[in-house]
């Protein structure tokens, strides 16, 4: 079917109707406006089924160094961390984060059943019936021992309550040498300092994706006496023994890249007091007045609490790894060393240094969603790769503990930079930004290195792609590292290249703009007329032989080729141009969609590739960045109703679900998937990742019946931005009318600087299909 008229787009809405109708019955009653506060309505066990190691979060600030929660499986960093499905509990550990962890510890009770296997026999089942887990805090208790456990924490500092309710000496294990999601912890000591604390260290071991050991330093204080600290010599591990009468413990824990000296200096300034309490209701706090920057008025309970649910994790995942006076660690040169931050007249650090998994996909996500809402954040995170930088040579793509990892491909980094300045986020020192990104786009920078590729630049093909116009897949000269897939290299570049460009010419260097905006049309050397797809070229220029566009990763990263073939997010109508014409793009990828809506939108997880394989044959994927923006391609095409209508859709059936056992039907990579859903939702988003002079919103169909957004005030002039959607229902998913500030909108598109100046955009929806009938 081919939702090219009005009659048929009416029947399958009236299909897309039913549907809603079905999931709706399964969630709770539908209510116009929520009473509660944001915080209240997220749901921290969302996807726990299926989540790796940093996804799960409940004891934690807005990207904390601390993410302070409970392990259920400790090895590798897919499968780890808390697992729902698993009901024993084998430690709480304090760093879930992108390639690192550590400092795991486990409340006991000593008996004459187990003081001889205390440190290898040590697990607890536990129950989701007593459990409580909300933003910032989580309760739960320990079977085993009768113990009630509850953490919370502010930025750097992990804050523990345990209360002893059983027989036996209480005590708490610190594995400081064991294998903890990604990483394994060792070397790990710690010394008794005073009569209640412990101050320590453990060494993260490198792995294949942070090539050096990353040191962890830690200090302990306790609100009771330490009676005893015992060291296993097997395992390398401590036991704290505190006195037999003791029934409730107190413990707060802080963490250092740097040193111990900061580790304590992170507790004296973040946490002097032992009020938990307090420290819980600060946290709620804190996580409240990030959530309620975005008002949502309509919609049901479960789509109120899984948009809160999504911004929640848009928010968290990347984590600081600065000290609170500026410290950081940097591994960037052939020494460690600890560097300083520059410090404001209060002699607070300017900005926080961050530890991050890779910024590809970040263009149609957090470009948008931080760049729009949280600009102070977007800044940060450009100021903390300036000065991976400054002291390293290059701008990260992904660094860890430190480092550069070379994670994924490309300079994913240069659409977020150049968002934040073209949106007047950042200001300050822009040539030299813009030399440092020119670095990354030329033989020596980063775009040269394939995944994880870190002696060599060779694996990225980039010598290739500046000769003779793309990457070549396979790579003549042998593997180097991860994701050599010549097509989608030769895709991605062009894109980035053509973000590099736009800053150039606002800076008026115009040599280097044309040289970069021609590369920038490099994407048209993979595409066959011959297949109508992206396709693999060999070194020789031959297209790769029995090509199958639907057959994973072969020339696409993370991809198939149908999928991939759209990733030309700053060239629609070019792209278009070489299909023969808008309408038949426009035909081509309607019939993509149509034929993943029978699978959900998305490849879903491993279990379900490996039961059902046609999955990874999906044309449109919605559960992973390389197709996550298709549904708006067709704004760019002229078909602002499909994109209406598809959209809707997608977020129906893949980012509706509210429980452990769905929410992403993938990766939700650090915050990427939940603002992509949270950009659906409010019904804005920006092809080429707002990275064009004064960006553009393409205007979608919002599932609220109203979204207010709260404007920084030290960013933008305006106090709020409101979406009204009326007539908005489940049927009514088209947009017949816009107006902005009273007057007509007529080209579903609005600038950065009229959102950032206030106002209010009115939407009026309804069930019949408006479309422009102009193909050209």
Known sequence: MILANKKSLKTALKLFIILILFVSCESSNAYKTSKSNPVDLVYPHLDTENSRWFFFSSACRPFGMVNLSPDNQLDGAWGSGYRYKTDTIKGFSHIHAWQLSGLSVMPVTISNDNSE??????????????????????????????????????????????????????????????????????????????????????????????????????????????????????????????????????????????????????????????????????????????????????????????????????????????????????????????????????????????????????????????????????????????????????????????????????????????????????????????????????????????????????????????????????????????????????????????????????????????????????????????????????????????FDPYKYQTGFIESNGAQSTWFVPHDISGLAELMGGKEKAVQKLNEQFEAAAILGFTSGNAHDKELHPEYSRIPINYGNQPSMQTAQIFNQLGRHDLAQFWTRSVVNKAYSGLSPATGYNGDEDQGLMGSLAILMKIGLFQMNGGTEKNPEYQIGSPLFDKVTIKLNPDFYTGETFIIEALNNSMSNVFVNKVMYNNQPIEDYRITHKQITEGGKLVLEMTDEVKYCTNQQ
């Open 117 to 546: 296997n205390i440190f290898t026999d040590f697990y607890s089942p536990f129950s989701h019936e007593t459990e409580k887990v909300s933003p910032g805090y989580q309760y739960l208790e320990l079977k085993r021992y009768t113990i009630k456990a509850e953490i919370t924490s502010t930025k750097r500092v992990g804050f523990h309550k345990y209360k002893f309710e059983g027989d036996g000496s209480p005590a708490l294990l610190l594995n400081l040498n064991t294998m903890l999601g990604p990483s394994l912890n060792k070397d790990g000591v710690l010394i008794k300092t005073t009569s209640t604390s412990v101050s320590g260290e453990l060494l993260n071991a490198p792995t294949r994706r942070r090539p050096k050991s990353t040191k962890l330093f830690f200090h302990i204080d306790s609100d009771v006496q330490i009676k005893d600290v015992q060291r296993d010599e097997a395992t390398g591990n401590y036991l704290l023994v505190f006195e037999e009468n003791t029934s409730e413990v107190l413990l707060k824990a802080g963490i250092s890249y740097t040193s111990v000296e900061n580790a304590i200096n992170n507790i004296k300034t973040e946490l002097s007091h032992w009020s938990f309490e307090e420290v819980v209701a600060e946290s709620r706090e804190e996580w409240n007045s990030y959530l309620n920057r975005i008002q949502i008025e309509g919609g049901t309970e479960q789509q109120q609490r899984r948009f809160y649910t999504d911004l929640w994790h848009a928010l968290q995942g990347r984590r600081i790894i600065s000290d609170a006076n500026g410290a950081y660690p940097d591994y960037t040169g052939d020494n460690f060393r600890i560097g300083q931050l520059p410090l404001n007249e209060n002699e607070k650090p300017v900005f926080n240094h961050y530890n991050s998994d890779s910024f590809w996909g970040a263009q149609w996500t957090i470009n948008t969603l931080w760049g729009l809402v949280y600009p102070e954040i977007h800044k940060e995170f450009v100021q903390s790769m300036m000065q991976y930088y400054a002291d390293g040579g290059l701008i990260p793509r992904g660094p860890s503990g430190g480092n550069y990892t070379y994670v994924m491909t490309g300079a994913s980094s240069t659409p977020f930079i150049v968002s934040a300045i073209q949106k007047g986020i950042v200001t300050e020192n822009i040539s030299e930004i813009y030399a440092a990104l020119k670095k990354n786009h030329m033989p020596g920078g980063i775009m040269g290195k394939a995944g994880y590729e870190h002696d060599t630049d060779l694996g990225g093909g980039l010598n290739y792609y500046i000769e003779n116009g793309y990457v070549p897949y396979p790579l003549p000269e042998g593997n180097f590292g991860f994701h050599q897939e010549g097509a989608s290299l030769t895709m991605e570049y062009a894109y980035q290249d053509w973000t590099l460009a736009q800053l150039a010419k606002k800076l008026g260097y115009e040599e280097d703009y044309t040289y970069f905006l021609n590369r920038s049309k490099n994407y048209k050397n993979v595409y066959d007329n011959e297949s109508t797809w992206m396709r693999p070229r060999d070194i020789n220029g031959k297209w790769l032989a029995d």
